[in-house]
């Protein structure tokens, strides 16, 4: 029987190789810093998203250890049991503050928080709608939910707009990235928001790759563009990126976050994180605040990486964001890169479908306010070589 079982997966597996999009992980062994460490070889990272720079930050470490000291290392149970302490209550508090809304509700992940998000708030008799190239955390909670799932042309209100109008009855739940994972792109959100509110639509935005990043004080993109809760009602954001910690959160008004702690599966339904990882979380907001150098640094070396890369002519998108896609014309040329990258001391990230659309592979570079200029100049001359 399991011999059977493992010749099929083994057939598959074969299959998957042989189109170039077989996926192998690669084993570090330090910690998330501008370098790391990979088979006894100490490479370049150009392919986390630590944007800030904080996910080895010692003033937050610091804080982890005393939230460990204070509370142990396990919550020991859901939010909706005994795991919700004053940590988590804290933190939400501020992420609320800095967001601009009334409440905020902490996720163990942005998967779980999108899952449970889209599932909390539309079912059978209503509509999801999604960019189409949203996040797969996104998407897979459009189809969870068993609304009725659509997608719309990547960027494209007037698509939106037709669909929406076309749509009948229910709840209509459009969801966006705010910046596009694979892309760097940014989402048109006043736009989007205006099509919303004229068809009756509920906008909700996945900041994961503009929260910490954008905006005057890091509040992200909806910090950046102006938008209030009326036009952005569902804000969500991750913790893992750009904050160097780990989770997600949701915010928006009093009866949206009452919603989901009632109806929210993926927040009812698992431990509440480990209460340190909110004390840690709150010290790295209150850098993400204060630290404005770092988003200036990032932002330098973005316009540093994006000349460089013109004058040796590689194909670059148009991404204003430390994430900054270099287009291949095949995937196993994604792949042949990346091994000589690699080869030459700079890790990126190969990504290949169903990550993104068909023919669309590319190297996934991203910058980070731990880069130096250096380092930046010396990942441009690698690509110049490969
Ligand atoms: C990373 C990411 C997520 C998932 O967040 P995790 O906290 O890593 O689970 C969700 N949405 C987008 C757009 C992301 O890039």
Known sequence: MSNSMDRLLQENLEKRRLQHLYRSRVRVDSGCSDQLS???KTVHNFCSNDYL??????????????????YGTGSGASHLISGHTKAHCDLEQQLAEFTGRPRALLFSSGYMAN????????????AVLEDYLNHASLLDGGLLSRAKFQRYKHRDCYDLDKKLSASKGGRKLVVTDGVFSMDGDLAPLPQLADVCGKNDAWL????????????NSGAGIVEQLGLDIQQVPILMGTLGKAFGTYGAFVAGSEALIETLVQFSRSYIYT????????????????LVKKDQWRRDKLNQLIARFRAGAEQIGLRLMDSKTPIQPVLMQSD???????????DSGFMVGAIRPPTVPEGTGRLRITLSASHSEQQVDALLDALDRC
């Open 38 to 40: 990979v088979n006894g």
């Open 53 to 70: 720079g904080l996910a080895e930050n010692a003033v937050i470490a610091d804080a982890f250890k005393q939230g460990i000291d204070h």
């Open 115 to 126: 899952m449970g998000v889209i599932g909390a708030l539309a079912g059978r008799s209503d």
């Open 204 to 215: 909700m935005v996945d900041d994961a790759h503009g929260f910490g990043v954008l905006g």
């Open 271 to 286: 431990t509440a994180p480990p209460p340190a990882v909110a004390v840690a979380t709150s010290a790295s907001l209150e």
């Open 332 to 342: 196993a040329q994604v792949l042949d890169a990346n091994q000589k990258l690699l």
